[in-house]
């Protein structure tokens, strides 16, 4: 995954993927500050999943949006942050559309005829009165 404004330095070895969730009802705003000659900082609305690529040593700090400041709320390890990618084999794409339980499709198909398909349209005509 590219970090598309600002990438890890090169001499940055060993990244991880990693997700925060804002569970708050406020805005904050993650920041890592402790890895030289790299600036990550972004803005995390209520509800959001920020999903970034950072070195395995990174402390990512959350603050969180007040009326005209925001305060330090917590500083997390990115090490605690790690998500793992699926290899292609975890991929089942024999199972996609099925419920794992009863086998059924999960979407059932709606019975349409061609004769509801072809009806033609009314529209609506103007008039206008002197």
């Given at each position: 995954m590219a970090?598309?404004?600002d990438p890890l330095p090169p001499e940055q070895s060993g990244k991880i993927l990693c997700c925060y969730v804002n569970a708050t009802s406020k805005i904050q705003v993650a920041?890592?500050?402790?890895i030289p000659n790299w600036y990550f900082e972004r803005v995390v609305f209520?509800?959001?999943?920020?999903?970034?690529?950072?070195?395995?040593?990174s402390q990512m700090e959350i603050h969180t949006g007040m009326m005209a400041?925001?305060?330090?709320?917590?500083?997390?390890?990115?090490?605690r942050l790690i998500?793992?990618?699926?290899?292609?084999?975890e991929f089942n794409t024999d199972a996609i559309g099925t419920d794992p339980i009863?086998?059924?499709?999960?979407?059932?198909?709606?019975?349409?005829?061609?004769?509801d398909t072809t009806k033609p349209l009314t529209t609506a005509g103007l008039a206008s009165i002197d």
């Open positions: 970090q598309i404004l920041r890592i500050s402790n209520p509800g959001q999943r920020l999903v970034f690529e950072a070195p395995l040593e400041s925001a305060i330090l709320s917590d500083t997390i390890p990115c090490d998500i793992n990618e699926p290899s292609s084999s009863s086998t059924k499709p999960i979407v059932k198909s709606k019975n349409t005829k061609l004769s």
